[in-house]
C-alpha cells in the first residue's frame, strides 16, 4: 500500500505543469513537495524577478492546464530580428509571414507562478510547503522519500523537477555532466526612447550574445507603444562583476554599446540580477521508478531562450506516457518517456549550445561564416521556417 501514486519534488514552473497535466489528464493522487514557501514569492528560487518567453505551443500547452499567459500579463512577439555586432548578418522574422499571430509571449516568471501554483489539498492532491525531501530509498515495488520535518512518504512513481541544484539525483543513481561556459547573464530591464512594437532582439557580440525581450515588469502598460524591454546580457564573469556593481550610466553606456540604437538610446535601468551559465545535463532520464524533468534534467544556456519550454515539453510528454497507466512506475512505461523525449532534447540541447559557441567565438572565420549564415537565413524561406518552427516549440520532434 502506498501513499501516493506520484510524488513530485519540486513545485518550480515545471513540477507544478507536471501536478496539473496529471490531475487534468489522468486518474492519478499526486503529492508535490517544494521546498520553499509559496508567500515569500519574492525569494522563491523558481519564481524570481526573471522575464521568460514562452513559445507558442508552450503558450497553448498552458492555456490546456487553466493558466492563459495573457491572464498574466504577458506580451506577444511579433517580430524578431538576429545580428551579430560589428557585421552586416541580419536575419528578420514577422509573424504573420508564417501565418501565426505571433512567434510567443514574454511573461514575468513570478506571474506565471503565481498562476501556476496549487494550493488546495483534494481527494487526489496533495501539497507538502515549505517541506524539503533530505532521504530517499526504493524497493522493487515503490519509492519513500523522507521529508525535513521527519514525514515519510511512499509512492509508485518518483518525479524529480527540484532544478538544476537537485542533490537527490545522485542519491537516485542519476548521472549529471556540467559544461561550465564562463559566461554570465546579468537580467535587468530596460527603457528605450522608441517604442517595442512587439519586437524581440538577439545580438551576437564579442563578449556575448544580448536578448531584448519586449516587457516592462514595473508597468502595467505593456502594450505595442511601451517603451520596455527585459534585457538577458551573457558577459565573460569578471566582465559582468563589473557590470554589476557599475554606476546605471556607466551600465548604460555599455550596454547601448553592445545593443546598438535599432531602438534609440536606452534611457533607464533598473534593479540588475546575475546567473552563472552552464551546460548540465544527466546522462539517463530515468532509473528504477524516478524520471526526472525540467532543469533538474537538463540546463540550458539562455541565449534561446528553451529552458522553460523544453521541460515544459518533458511535463507534457510524462503525462501523456502515464495516461491510463495502473503502475506509473513500470518500466515500460519510463522507457517509453525516454524513447518520447530523446530526439527534443538531443536537438535543442545542441542547437542551443552550438549558438553559444559559434556566436561566442571571435576567429575570423567563424565571424564570416556565421555572418554568411545570418544573410543566408534571411534570404532563404526554407532555413527560417526552420528556425520558427524551433523557436515555436512546433519542430517535428518534440
Ligand atoms: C537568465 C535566464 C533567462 C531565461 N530565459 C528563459 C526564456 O526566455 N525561456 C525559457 O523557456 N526559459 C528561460 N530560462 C530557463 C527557465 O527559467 C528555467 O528552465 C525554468 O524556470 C526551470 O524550472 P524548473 O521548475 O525545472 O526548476 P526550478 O525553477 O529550479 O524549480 C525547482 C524547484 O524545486 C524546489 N526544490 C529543490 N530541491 C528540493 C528538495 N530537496 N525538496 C523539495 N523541493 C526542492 C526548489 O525550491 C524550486 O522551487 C531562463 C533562465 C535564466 C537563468
Redesign the pocket.
Known amino acids: 500500500m502506498v501513499d501516493t501514486d506520484v510524488l513530485i ?7 507544478s505543469v507536471v501536478a496539473r497535466g496529471l490531475l487534468k489528464h489522468t486518474s492519478l493522487s499526486v503529492t508535490l ?4 514557501s509559496y508567500s515569500h514569492t519574492p525569494h ?3 519564481f524570481d524577478d ?1 522575464v ?2 514562452l513559445s507558442k505551443r508552450t503558450v497553448e500547452e498552458l492555456t490546456d492546464l487553466g493558466v492563459k499567459a495573457s491572464s498574466v500579463g504577458s506580451v506577444p512577439i511579433h517580430h524578431i530580428q538576429v545580428s551579430d555586432k560589428g557585421a552586416a548578418g541580419l536575419c528578420r522574422l514577422n509573424a504573420q509571414d508564417y501565418q501565426t499571430d505571433s512567434f510567443g509571449e514574454v511573461v514575468s ?1 513570478r506571474r506565471l507562478g503565481d498562476a501556476l501554483q496549487l494550493h488546495d489539498n483534494t481527494a487526489r492532491f496533495t501539497l507538502h510547503c515549505p517541506a ?2 533530505d532521504q530517499t530509498s526504493r524497493t522493487q515495488n515503490g519509492v519513500s522519500v523522507t521529508l525535513d520535518n521527519g514525514t515519510m512518504i511512499t509512492a509508485k512513481l518518483l518525479v524529480l ?4 541544484r ?1 542533490f ?1 539525483h545522485q542519491q537516485l543513481g542519476f548521472e549529471r555532466t556540467v559544461d561550465d561556459y564562463q559566461q554570465t ?1 546579468i ?1 535587468v530591464n530596460a527603457l528605450t526612447a522608441q517604442p517595442h512594437h512587439h519586437r524581440a532582439y538577439e545580438r551576437f557580440t564579442h563578449h556575448g550574445p544580448v536578448a531584448f525581450l519586449p516587457f516592462n515588469p514595473e508597468s502595467a502598460d505593456n502594450t505595442a507603444n511601451a517603451h520596455g524591454f527585459s534585457v ?1 546580457w551573457t558577459l565573460p564573469p569578471a566582465m559582468a562583476e563589473n557590470m554589476m556593481s557599475a554606476t546605471d550610466k556607466a551600465f548604460i553606456r555599455e550596454l547601448q554599446q553592445a545593443f546598438g540604437w535599432r531602438q534609440g538610446a536606452i534611457t533607464q535601468v533598473g534593479k540588475r540580477f546575475s ?1 552563472p551559465l552552464s551546460l548540465q545535463q544527466t546522462k539517463q532520464v530515468f532509473t528504477h521508478r524516478a524520471v526526472v524533468c ?3 534534467a537538463q540546463m540550458l544556456h ?1 541565449i534561446a ?5 523544453l ?1 515544459l515539453r518533458d511535463a507534457v510528454s510524462l503525462v501523456s506516457c502515464l495516461k491510463a497507466k495502473k503502475d506509473p512506475g513500470a518500466f515500460s512505461v519510463l522507457s517509453a518517456y525516454q524513447q518520447q523525449r530523446s530526439k527534443d532534447k538531443q536537438t535543442t540541447i545542441s542547437l542551443t549550445d552550438g549558438l553559444v559557441r559559434l556566436f561566442s567565438n571571435d576567429m575570423p572565420g567563424l565571424i564570416a561564416v556565421r555572418n554568411v549564415g545570418l544573410m543566408a537565413m534571411d534570404n532563404c524561406a526554407y532555413l527560417k521556417q526552420q528556425f520558427v518552427r524551433q523557436a515555436t516549440g512546433f519542430a517535428r520532434n518534440g
Open positions: 519534488i519540486g513545485g518550480g514552473t515545471v513540477g513537495i517544494e521546498a520553499n522563491h528560487p523558481g526573471r521568460i518567453a516568471l524539503k525531501v523537477a527540484d532544478g538544476g537537485s537527490v547573464a537580467v538577458v546567473y525540467g532543469n533538474a539562455p531562450g528553451q529552458g522553460f519550454n521541460g
